[in-house]
């Protein structure tokens, strides 16, 4: 079964410095990438994708992600963060495979970014 | 588009009623997600549906969750009889095949069980 990895539950970061939210994945199967993003008392919204092609994907908000199959890793990063960047980040996989895992997503447990003036 | 709708954004009730959860998928999505959310267990699936019929529900905690799709605009998650425990937020989500699943969350439900 496939499984998300958020190595960080907690990134603190002054406004305008870069920072990077950390995804590993595992799967047998290849992969569909998603970052979401939910600010507080809101539902998720998507951030970003990766679905094929180029490894760099740039999302909303002047996010970007890289997607590296050899380390399985779906990084996001942002070169430089407002205060309004301040929400919960989740990463999540859709496995190309049918079954009953068809369609569905596996998230990550969230990265909780917050954005000091 | 109106995206996803749920109803009601809000609900407080006392252990032991019935509570019911409303969804209604954007339009044309053939998939329908209901998750949990709470502060110790994170985000959890706990059901979800293709073409109105249920696919996995081994995320549905125990017997007293029940989840219907009547039909392709419409759902309900039911909780009889509540707990404090089940206090959480209820996301309800959709998405398409056609659009490599890519899901749309509603605003979310938040249950409050005294």
């Known amino acids: 079964a496939q499984s998300v990895t958020q190595l960080d539950s907690q990134v603190p970061v002054f406004e305008e410095a870069p920072v990077e939210l950390r995804c590993n994945y595992s799967?047998?199967?290849?992969?569909?990438l998603f970052w979401y993003v939910q600010y507080p008392n809101q539902g998720l919204q998507l951030l970003l994708k990766?679905?094929?092609?180029?490894?760099l994907v740039k999302g909303i908000n002047g996010f970007e992600a890289e997607f590296n199959k050899s380390q399985t890793s779906f990084h996001l990063r942002k070169p430089s963060v407002h205060i309004s960047d301040t929400a919960e980040y989740f990463c999540a996989v859709r496995i190309n495979a049918g079954g009953t895992s068809y369609g569905k997503l596996t998230f990550g447990q969230g990265t909780i970014l917050t954005v000091h003036p | 588009d109106a995206g996803v709708i749920q109803s009601p954004r809000h609900e407080v009730t006392e252990m032991g009623q019935e509570v019911t959860l409303r969804c209604k998928p954007i339009?044309?999505?053939?998939?329908l997600f209901w998750y949990r959310q709470t502060m110790m267990r994170g985000l959890e699936l706990l059901i979800y549906?293709?073409?109105?019929?249920?696919?996995?529900d081994s995320g549905m905690p125990e017997d007293r969750f029940s989840a219907k799709m009547p039909n392709a605009s419409f759902s309900t998650l039911k909780i009889q009889p509540s707990e404090p425990r089940d206090s959480a937020v209820y996301f309800c989500?959709?998405?398409?095949?056609?659009?490599?699943?890519?899901?749309?969350f509603g605003p979310g439900t938040r249950l409050t069980v005294l």
């Open positions: 989500a959709s998405s398409s095949r056609d659009t490599y699943n890519e899901q749309f």
């Open positions: 549906f293709n073409n109105n019929v249920p696919i996995d």
């Open positions: 799967s047998s199967v290849s992969v569909y």
């Open positions: 339009s044309g999505h053939d998939y």
């Open positions: 990766y679905l094929s092609g180029s490894t």
